[in-house]
């Protein structure tokens, strides 16, 4: 069971690139763990193609069910970076030149003495009241409007983001975590973390097999985002109980 208060957050990956293999995704992993780090639950992540009618769908279905939603990727300077304009259609707001992001960019590109084209100035839009999301590697910025964040997909600058994230939203959560190993199977303690799971309040139980050419046992990992102490008791209850079948 999850304490109500808990802050749940999805990721969208959005990039026809992802699906079709030519690039290995590199950021769901690094932003996972970084929500993990915040106490913000993340409860789902999808893949989807650079196409306006599937990204609309998908963002107007989620910003539903969860407090944040993450997306990556689709928000550069080409003719298939759709993301900014489909998350306007979402949102139902129009898609606009943001003065902001459009001064960021000219400092960015006169700092490099590259010029901004028409292609480039095509990063500054963004669905209208958007916030940004500064982005510290390459100029060209983020956005937010209303529960959705959006980050470009190449990790330095999603990570980048990510960082600036968590400062826009300032969630307090801490997440507890313990774990425990034993060489037993999980077919042997499967009872034992059903009945640990229902005990105790607030707490979650994953079991993970151990293995490294043959079976080695299980990685118990008990955590919460909002009770310590009962993560503290659902070990001892785990341990006690696997101890008397070993």
């Given at each position: 069971?999850?304490?109500?208060?808990?802050?749940?957050?999805?990721?969208?990956?959005?990039?026809?690139?992802?699906?079709?293999?030519?690039?290995?995704?590199?950021?769901?992993?690094?932003?996972?763990?970084?929500?993990?780090?915040?106490?913000?639950?993340?409860?789902?992540?999808?893949?989807?193609?650079?196409?306006?009618?599937?990204?609309?769908?998908?963002?107007?279905?989620?910003?539903?069910?969860?407090?944040?939603?993450?997306?990556?990727?689709?928000?550069?300077?080409?003719?298939?970076?759709?993301?900014?304009?489909s998350i306007s259609l979402a949102v139902k707001k129009?898609?606009?030149?943001?003065?902001?992001?459009?001064?960021?960019?000219?400092?960015?590109?006169?700092?490099?003495?590259?010029?901004?084209?028409?292609?480039?100035?095509?990063?500054?839009?963004?669905?209208?009241?958007?916030?940004?999301?500064?982005?510290?590697?390459?100029?060209?910025?983020?956005?937010?409007?209303?529960?959705?964040?959006?980050?470009?997909g190449i990790p330095s600058i999603a990570e980048a983001?990510?960082?600036?994230?968590?400062?826009?939203?300032?969630?307090?959560?801490?997440?507890?975590?313990?774990?425990?190993?034993?060489?037993?199977?999980?077919?042997?303690?499967?009872?034992?973390?059903?009945?640990?799971?229902?005990?105790?309040?607030?707490?979650?139980?994953?079991?993970?097999?151990?293995?490294?050419?043959?079976?080695?046992?299980?990685?118990?990992?008990?955590?919460?985002?909002?009770?310590?102490?009962?993560?503290?008791?659902?070990?001892?209850?785990?341990?006690?109980?696997?101890n008397k079948i070993i």
């Open positions: 069971m999850l304490n109500k208060k808990i802050k749940s957050a999805s990721i969208v990956i959005i990039g026809n690139e992802i699906l079709s293999g030519r690039t290995q995704d590199k950021n769901i992993n690094y932003i996972a763990k970084e929500l993990f780090k915040s106490g913000i639950l993340l409860k789902y992540v999808c893949v989807i193609p650079d196409e306006k009618k599937i990204i609309v769908n998908e963002i107007r279905r989620l910003k539903k069910k969860f407090d944040f939603i993450i997306t990556t990727g689709g928000i550069g300077p080409t003719h298939d970076d759709i993301t900014a304009e129009s898609y606009v030149l943001h003065k902001d992001a459009y001064k960021e960019l000219v400092k960015y590109y006169k700092k490099i003495k590259s010029d901004l084209t028409d292609a480039r100035k095509k990063m500054a839009y963004m669905p209208k009241g958007s916030k940004l999301i500064k982005n510290s590697v390459s100029g060209a910025p983020g956005f937010q409007i209303e529960n959705i964040f959006v980050f470009a983001m990510t960082k600036e994230f968590l400062k826009i939203i300032k969630v307090k959560n801490k997440f507890y975590s313990t774990s425990i190993t034993t060489k037993l199977f999980e077919s042997k303690i499967a009872h034992i973390l059903e009945k640990a799971e229902n005990s105790y309040h607030d707490v979650s139980i994953g079991s993970y097999p151990i293995y490294d050419g043959k079976p080695r046992g299980v990685e118990i990992v008990i955590s919460s985002m909002a009770n310590k102490a009962n993560v503290l008791k659902a070990k001892k209850f785990i341990s006690s109980q696997i």
